[in-house]
């Protein structure tokens, strides 16, 4: 085998179709740097909208006054990453259960923080409330259960995490915020300070509404994971034991004849410590609730959107106008006339937000009035219409919109045909057909192997810059080089290929990939909405379909990118030791 010399080369003028080559190459080249730039850009956009998510559904409505007859306090304690198996381990926990009810709950996705308090304190879902992912904090533009007491008469109080002023601003009227900031574990000592400001505020106060927000075990599951047995030998369950101190110090000011409690988890956490997906253990968490007005023994499935309408029962103060939970009647001390009568309350207090929604959403759908004549049977099934004539509404929204968007769909549908075409009838069909399936499987593989699975579980920890970019160009590019390597050496061996050929065929199949992903994350995003507006509420993972595709692009595209240039840099080398 000859091998070129590297000096002494005789000046070579190129012909004419030499001079097409190079100038195909340098044509794609720019289009592969635009298209890159692009789907950064398009991503970022994306991301941005989905943190600044502004809700479509915050109508102006009429505030009920309160009506309560008699006074009370209610304490709510919302506890951070804790998991449904974890509170087994809590006695506190375990002797509320027993005094009064324990119920299961659901949390909607995103399962994290902002969004969950959100919904807690407003009985209704993320899509609606506005809070749509736990990146940003957003003053709520729906109503919530502290202006809700402060209508009935109450002295609002709250100890906690600072985005809570964010969220509620001025119908907190008391308030300890805590500045916990990072992933770094900061200890609980955040958590006692919290406590022992709720301690002295109800020391003081014969009534009120009293939230408690411990927050720390969130940094102690990222930092160590949710790891924990019976000792305390773990970070994770030497939070939950201090957990456990810090609410028997609560109930000692309590007296649970005449105040009320309810102590649950805004979300849990998987095994390595992220949430925000839609996994059981970061989905499904428990909360206890006990003393006045609580019925003793008790068990009840709810959702995080039907705490607030229960609160509001115990408060006897109006419902969340936007509310659309209902009150745990199962775990209330009421008669079964007055469990009926709580419910056609909550309903009558939600059909005009239901009424105003669809009227926004351009629907003709007539919703029955509750009447609690009827019996309980009946109202429930007027609860589901109400939801179920919400869903058609945003379904028929969507679906008009999609239809409004295929002419261009199909447009963008065919101009990816033509390109086949035309690429099926180029010299470089045989170097696509060989490189075109590798090079995608390949961009793919390095998604799967640095764990790129569509959950914001697992995004929140791809999101982290520094792993990602690791990630990338140690595993990922060294995998590129291998496999460009072995590429450009088949490719080679296929054909008398000049230097400009190969470099035109090469990037020709870069382009052509590039395009392939872009034609599939952009005509998903085009038909199903680029912007971010109407969220469809049987699909409750609507917020992880945009992010999975965000994250696919961008990895996606950095992946294929950085596969193009090891391959072209492999075929440039394996050309000239073949030549």
Not at 170 to 198: C, H, N
Not at 486 to 508: E, F, K
Request: charged residues 15%; hydrophobic residues 45%; proline residues 4%.
């Amino acid at each position: 085998m000859n091998r070129r010399p590297f000096l002494h080369h005789t000046p070579i003028l190129m012909t004419k179709r030499q001079l097409r080559q190079w100038a195909t190459a340098i044509i794609l080249l720019l289009v592969i740097s635009g298209i890159s730039y692009g789907s950064n850009r398009l991503a970022t956009q994306i991301w941005d909208q989905l943190i600044s998510y502004d809700t479509p559904y915050a109508v102006e409505l009429n505030a009920l006054p309160g009506d309560r007859t008699a006074s009370s306090r209610v304490v709510l304690v919302i506890i951070d990453s804790l998991r449904e198996d974890a509170t087994s381990h809590m006695e506190s926990w375990e002797s509320l259960g027993n005094q009064g009810s324990s119920w299961g709950i659901k949390v909607p996705v995103p399962s994290q923080s902002l969004p969950a308090w959100a919904t807690l304190m407003t009985g209704t879902d993320p899509h609606i409330h506005g809070t749509a992912t736990g990146f940003h904090a957003n003053a709520l533009a729906v109503d919530d259960l502290f202006s809700s007491a402060r209508r009935a008469g109450y002295t609002t109080v709250f100890a906690g995490h600072r985005d809570w002023e964010i969220l509620f601003g001025e119908e907190i009227d008391r308030a300890r915020f805590q500045f916990v900031t990072g992933t770094e574990d900061p200890g609980p000592d955040q958590d006692w300070d919290s406590l022992e400001y709720i301690v002295t505020e109800l020391a003081s106060s014969t009534e009120g509404f009293f939230v408690l927000n411990l927050t720390t075990l969130n940094q102690a599951a990222l930092t160590s994971g949710a790891v924990f047995r019976q000792d305390r030998t773990t970070p994770y369950m030497a939070r939950v034991k201090q957990y456990d101190e810090m609410l028997a110090n609560l109930l000692k000011v309590l007296d649970l004849s005449s105040d009320s409690i309810l102590v649950v988890s805004s979300h849990g956490t998987a095994t390595k410590g992220a949430f925000g997906g839609w996994e059981p253990e970061v989905t499904e968490v428990s909360a206890v609730a006990a003393g006045r007005g609580i019925e003793p023994e008790t068990n009840a499935n709810a959702h995080s959107r039907d705490v607030a309408p229960t609160l509001a029962v115990l408060l006897e103060c109006p419902f969340p106008m936007h509310s659309t939970g209902l009150p745990v009647t199962d775990a209330l001390k009421l008669t079964d006339d007055q469990k009926t009568q709580v419910i056609a309350s909550a309903l009558e207090s939600q059909l005009p937000f239901h009424e105003h929604l669809l009227t926004l959403l351009g629907s003709d759908i007539d919703l029955p009035r509750p009447d609690a004549s009827l019996g309980r049977s009946t109202l429930e099934q007027t609860a589901a219409t109400y939801q179920n004539a919400k869903f058609l509404a945003i379904t028929s929204r969507l679906d008009d919109e999609r239809r409004d968007r295929l002419p261009i769909l199909i447009v963008v549908v065919l101009i990816g045909v033509l390109w086949s075409t035309i690429l099926w009838r180029s010299e470089h069909r045989r170097t696509v057909l060989l490189g075109l399936p590798l090079m995608l499987l390949t961009g793919f593989g390095i998604l799967y192997f640095m764990g790129a699975r569509f959950s914001l579980t697992d995004i929140r920890t791809a999101y982290n810059f520094p792993i990602w970019y690791k990630g990338l160009r140690a595993q990922g590019f060294l995998v590129t080089i291998a496999l460009g390597m072995m590429a450009g050496l088949v490719i080679a061996r296929h054909g008398n290929y000049t230097r400009p050929q190969l470099l035109a065929g090469t990037l020709h199949t870069l382009a052509t990939s590039m395009i392939a992903l872009l034609l599939f994350a952009g005509s998903y995003l085009y038909l199903y909405g680029y912007q971010i507006n109407w969220a469809l509420p049987s699909q409750t993972l609507w917020i992880v379909n945009y992010a999975a595709v965000v994250f696919l692009v961008t990895m996606g595209q950095a992946a294929i990118l950085a596969l193009g240039m090891s391959w072209l840099g492999a075929n440039l080398t394996v050309h000239w030791w073949l030549d």
